[in-house]
């Protein structure tokens, strides 16, 4: 079946504007925006407190899933998560700070825990979505943008191939997972590391804890996407060598032409 060429194509996000609003804009309102003008020598008019920097940095990425919701009229789902991430992040700082201006105990290991629950509870999400009718493995790296699934899909059935066909794309989802099971660990122990000497009864604890949730957010996605990225890219060989062995196509034969 032949695809019609004047269907137009789902919009998709642009990468650079996703990391842009979704990342630095929040990191940059979280570190310079949180200071308290009544407590700085010289206040700028910047300074708008912690309180109004969290909501500033949060009606970035809630406003950019909203806006891709009303114009694709779908659910991204890196979006989706993106936003529950972001809402997440402000219910949980909200509960921590206290009326007096200080940060409840344990501060570190519950913001860690919420770090750690979205790449777990993904992680988890990845491995058991296998065995339903829409595998995440598709969705991240196996899908037809990249691979020619009907040409192997159509070669592993002439070859009568298709328990060893599942056996690679279980092994692929179970490595991809891994990434993110890394990533939960990475992400509880960056919290701690940051997080764990604040001094919750400081007069401007909010302001050093927004200033340190700012450098958990830029550290975490770099120390985080990083291996993240290894991972998908040693997922991707792992699965090409498994497709070829059991389909005897090349790797130009199995991937979409660019």
Known sequence: MTSDPTKKKPTQEHPLANILINVLIPVLALSYLSKDAAMQAEPKFWHIGPLKALFV??????????????????????????????????????????????????AALLFGLKEASIPFVLGIAIIASHWSKTPLLRTFLYNDSIFDIPKIENKVGELGRETDYGKVLLNATILFAVSFFLSTLMNLGIAMWFLGDLDHAAANAREIYNEKVAKITGWGFLMIGVPIMVFLYITLKKLLAGLRRITGLSDDELMMPR
Do not use: Q
């Open 57 to 106: 940095a949060l009606a970035f990425p809630i406003s950019y899933g909203v806006w891709f919701f009303v114009k694709t009229r779908k659910l991204n789902f890196f979006s989706g998560l993106g936003l529950f991430s972001v809402l997440l992040t402000g219910g949980l700082t909200l509960f921590l700070w206290n009326k007096d201006g200080t940060i409840k105990e344990h």
